[in-house]
């Protein structure tokens, strides 16, 4: 079936209007690039000023083009872009292509509402403004006026490049081209008038001559579009590796000028990315170094990984990279060491394989080598360093012929070559099917990232979130007190403190009685949230006189502290001891809603900002996974003695909270539940703080 | 002055032993190339079965040679190699590159003694065994069998590379190469039997035609030598930018199964590399990369950068891995913004300045948007995104005129490049100053680099470690119990909790109203070194029936868990309230001796390591960085209300612990001071514990 955006990617007729007869100005590039790379459809350039351009005949108008063409190039001066937009929409035309700027971005909203509008009411899907177009190489379609066209090397290739900065998108594709990564489409968005990055990233999810996505944003305003997007590329396993800039507060200042784009708060994102599987990259090279791993679609099917070395140092290395990524480097079983040794007496056997120099004089020892270890050892991914040798004149062919019957042996392992070697010999090797790679130490980076993706791929959807529990109360629309924040949650289905809200001294003592056991007694109100700044919180009370002199002393302290406050009472709770304190929180986002939060208590949260962020709502595998990311993750598994925790528990209860702030998001503003104890068996909120959106 | 391994890497006479007709063989290459390459020198070709060898006479044997050469190069098996270098000692020698593999690498440890005895009796210099040899290309000199000589294209330069792995050295080698940069000198130690790493990173250091040092070990043996030539290269002002391999268990693993090395652990060479100012390299790719940036000797005085950008989007990149890295975007005065704006309306001109793509119709506007901020602002260096602007055939000509402008006009400025550009007009660029990078955020982090760079060597050489004070005890040599420990380690300057040893209950209440309010009270043996486990302590005790009541439950407690234990009386010391727990730590390395380790005490050392380590001794500055890295450093500065710490009191309790420490480097096997309490004013020992080495 055809998708919305075929008629801008692969246009069976165009037309350019403002196109220039000099091939070098940014009207003529489109016709120029189009016209020279063989593009089969039909191309009508409208310039009111001549007859023809660059040869072809000229239109006076869209008005005067004889169909409604798939896309139209709009490079003609803000001044009369409205208006030409509109003739295109009135035409027929399907989609449109926006160079002009002086939009969103110089603060012209208006004019930008205006267009997204006649997008809108027409359906004509249109990219930009402000952008720089759109390729689609093997299609010969170049509706952009970037310089990029005219430097390909690599074509052919299965990936697809979306950025929404135009600038930054030629960059990528002349990285990309530089890594041998044949992308094959590109797209710059510039001020999202209409067309999108999520969309465009659904467009690849869904086309069948995209198998890798290179992805450049600043700032998303469509929430469940980028999440369909990201979901549909991970059901496709199509790796998406993204750079998502501003996450530093100097970045974000640069990204709020730059751009009239709404950058979320960057954890926002990173949840966002965890969550779909997405690889974010921190620099270009490592954004092109993992896509083009990804793009021989082997993924590994689990993190052991084997080394095979020339050098022993290199050996090392690789070893250090891999263990810092995550990757096992489980040695070899003994049997298979003894097989090696008794080839090459002074290899290094354990894994690294360090098979030295010598198996150049032997070099079926190589292949044996590297047959035995895949053959009789279970690994999942195979780094093999040869230096230069693969290039050098005295071993270039048995080399050739070592690693071609290789891979055709083994065609399904992951096997990843690092090696020096001219330009034309690694596209050699590439076509046998090697990611190769010049350092080591980077393709072991790589490797870790297809093995990301493969666990990604394996595992497939996350668990669906448990339901709302039935008789959840919603979340309260104004200020509510503790143990109303508690009764909220945990109707929702979190565990909560055994506790009671004694209106009077003697019902503190029956509460007590029943609670059977040390209470911690604190005054309720909705006035007073940071209860123990006015000495509203009495800790470890077992005896029904201390009991009845507490609750006098509390409603004291709150009265002579906040005389105008709301007091409901006074909360009675058993009083929890042991366990490890956590903390479980949400925030709103203004474009992605409700995020869950999860972190541990004390310095782990407050010097160390060690938490972790997911979007709600989210299963028990995905609270899992939340735990299992932050740093302090050992205090879970029992310090010193100390039992482990119930991480089952915890996680739930991560869950839980995920699909109340879903269901309320419209009213959630902010929710902590802090402490959240996780114990030895279960888990219990101490403490729980609800704060509504205020009215706007 | 001639250095020692003058006559090993500027040879004015070498002889090749070994030598053979044919130029690909490994006796062969040394002659070829050296041949090839324009040596000055005499060559002596030694080969008892030909007249001559590719050319040259030969002599059959290294005593038939008419001359004591400089330097021998010796390519003989394993069988008759002492033999052989035992003759070019005889014969007065003056260096030796043994290729010769077959000793402690194979186990083969006695016959590499006595080619270290060799060297040490008769003088003669000699690298390897096991090596891939030398050279220096500017000197036309190739004591080598690597390919790599084969492949230079970036010669003259002012790098020396230094490798324990000949492999690796070789890879380093064209890493360094594909980097454009020019490493004269390239030396590989192989199993170090005379010369080591360290000894030839002593020359760089001293060598004028070397400014950056390019190193990889796997291991040390001599802590001596490489602190030595780490100073002088700190010293002198020259990078060195280190791999140094096996940071994990898996890595360490394959180190030792590779080279007969010792491998400390890690922590220590760490300590070592912060302490001289050496970079350490995680990957190849950054090895040279900084290196890279190194050569071109401005180094910023300071970490404010400037960032110019055509692409807002690479703008934030920037900012973001600037922020990252330490750097400080700080933003540009008022005044200057205003002028820049008034100069591009629509630039971003807070920092990153986005001069957009405009400014490339108006040249000149480049040139004054960079140097109104390098007049006007007070930056350390300034990082400028081009993309590929330099290199279309649209701008190439006006970008070379700007770019070698401004360079002229501002010599030191640090002014560093990112564009995407072919390698001649990289070379282009980089003869007019500037360091090239294609990736942005690889030029922010090579500019980082070169930063801290500047950083040390402002700084100079760091204070002198405090005098050990008169009177100061020396370390025990048999256990000592806690109160030992801490009279000795206050002797050594230490501050220590107020405290006495009590001999019977009434002594315990005398030490009590001495110290005149709350009291812990410890029982006090050599024997029980875990004293919390037995019940040992008690906390908090302020009356005198409680104290002479604690001193009889000690003691019994103790008789009861330790019957046989020594026991020295009952320690009563003052209860330290408040502050923020710190751990201060020695441990005893095999290579480097004493190191002084820092944390924060809690989970900060028990779960998430989060410890520092220096060698021993040192002085405040050293002690303040140290407190500076750590993660939790935020703790020192008082956390929630808390007032923040003594920094200078703790800063010296580890110069002092440091001075300690080497002072009995012999004796001493670990010391814990756990906790040390850091007050808001002053600081103080708690607990100690000294375990002296035992006797072996």
């Known amino acids: 079936m055809a998708h919305a955006l075929d008629p801008l990617l692969k246009p ?17 590039r489109p016709l120029h690039f189009t016209k020279e790379q063989g593009y089969k459809g039909k191309i009508y350039p409208v310039n009111a000023k001549r007859e023809t351009v660059q040869g072809l005949p000229a239109y006076p108008s869209i008005k005067d083009v004889p169909e409604a063409v798939d896309s139209a190039v709009i490079s003609v001066p803000a001044s009369i872009a409205v208006d030409v937009i509109r003739d295109c929409a009135e035409c027929g035309v399907k989609s449109a292509v926006i160079f002009t700027s002086g939009f969103a971005e110089m603060g012209e909203d208006a004019a930008q509402a205006e267009i997204s509008a006649i997008a809108e009411e027409s359906g004509m899907r249109m990219i930009g403004p402000n952008c720089l177009g759109v390729f689609n190489i093997s299609h010969g379609w170049y509706g952009t006026f970037a310089n990029a066209p005219s430097m390909i090397k690599v074509a052919n290739g299965t990936a697809g490049i979306i950025s929404q900065s135009g600038a930054y998108g030629s960059h990528l594709f002349l990285a990309a081209q530089s890594r041998g990564i044949g992308a094959n489409y590109w797209v710059t968005t510039g001020n999202e008038a209409d067309v999108d990055v999520a969309e465009v990233i659904e467009y690849y999810a869904q086309a069948p001559d995209v ?54 708060a960057d954890a926002v994102y990173e949840a966002l990315f965890r969550q779909y599987g997405v690889y974010r990259a921190e620099t270009t090279e490592e954004l092109a170094d993992v896509a083009y791993a990804c793009q021989f679609g082997r993924f590994p099917s689990g993190n052991k990984i084997s080394l095979q070395t020339i050098s022993g140092g290199v050996g090392v290395q690789m070893a250090d990279a891999s263990v810092k990524r995550g990757l096992d480097v489980v040695p070899l079983p003994d049997p298979v060491q003894k097989k090696l040794k008794k080839m090459i007496p002074y290899a290094g056997v354990n894994n690294p394989v360090d098979f030295t120099a010598q198996a150049l004089n032997d070099p079926d020892l190589m292949d044996k080598n590297v047959s035995l270890t895949i053959d009789e050892a279970d690994y999942d991914s195979h780094v093999i360093y040869m230096a230069s040798v693969p290039a050098s004149p005295f071993t270039h062919d048995v080399c050739l012929k070592i690693f071609g019957g290789l891979q055709e042996k083994y065609p399904k392992e992951v096997l990843v070559m690092s090696m020096q070697a001219p330009e034309d010999l690694v596209r050699t090797y590439e076509a046998m099917g090697y990611p190769c790679f010049d350092d080591p130490s980077l393709a072991v980076r790589a490797t870790a990232a297809l ?32 143990h109303e924040a508690k009764k909220i949650l945990g109707s929702a289905g979190m565990p909560m403190t055994k506790e ?21 007694m604190k005054i309720a109100s909705p006035d007073i949230p940071h209860k123990t700044e006015i000495g509203g919180v009495l800790l470890n009370i077992d005896d029904a006189a201390s009991v009845a002199d507490g609750y006098t002393t509390l409603i004291e302290r709150a009265n002579d502290a906040a005389p105008d406050a709301r007091i409901d009472g006074v909360i009675v709770a058993e009083m929890v001891s042991g366990g490890v304190e956590t903390v479980l929180g949400v925030v709103s986002d203004p474009v992605f ?29 995905e609270a899992r996974r939340m735990i299992d ?19 089952g528990a915890l996680a739930e209860a991560l869950s839980r909270l995920s699909v109340f702030a879903a269901e309320n998001a419209d009213t959630i503003e902010t929710i902590d539940v802090n402490p959240f104890i996780a114990l030895p068996t279960g888990a219990v909120a101490v403490d729980a703080l609800i704060v509504p959106k205020t009215e706007t």
Chains 1, 2 share one sequence.
Not at 16 to 27: F, M, N, Q
Not at 500 to 520: F, K, M, R, S, Y
Not at 629 to 647: F, N, T, Y
Request: hydrophobic share 45%; charged share 20%; net charge negative.
């Open 500 to 520: 009671g809200l004694a209106a009077n001294a003697e019902d503190a003592v029956a509460i007590w009685t029943d609670i059977g056991g040390p209470v911690v």
């Open 211 to 264: 198998d890798v996505i290179l992805a450049y944003a600043e700032g998303m305003k469509d929430a469940d579009g980028i999440c369909r997007a990201l979901e549909m590329a991970r059901d496709a396993k199509k790796p998406v590796v993204f750079m998502k800039v501003g996450t530093t507060d100097a970045g974000a200042r640069a990204a709020a000028s730059h751009t009239a784009s709404l950058a979320g």
């Open 451 to 482: 093995t990301r993706f493969g666990e990604i791929y394996r595992r497939g959807r996350p668990d669906a979130p448990p339901p709302l529990p039935n008789g959840a109360l919603p979340a309260p629309t104004a200020a509510v007190a503790e």
């Open 593 to 621: 809603g409700p995020a869950v939060m999860f972190g541990l208590g004390g310095v782990f949260v407050e010097v160390l900002k060690d938490v972790t962020f997911r979007l709600a709502p989210f299963g028990i595998d």
């Open 629 to 647: 990311e932050i740093q302090g993750r050992a205090m879970l598994d029992g310090v010193r003695g100390a039992p482990s925790s119930d991480l």
């Open 12 to 28: 069976r007729s165009i037309a350019i209007i403002g196109a220039s007869d000099t091939a070098s100005r940014i009207g003529g």
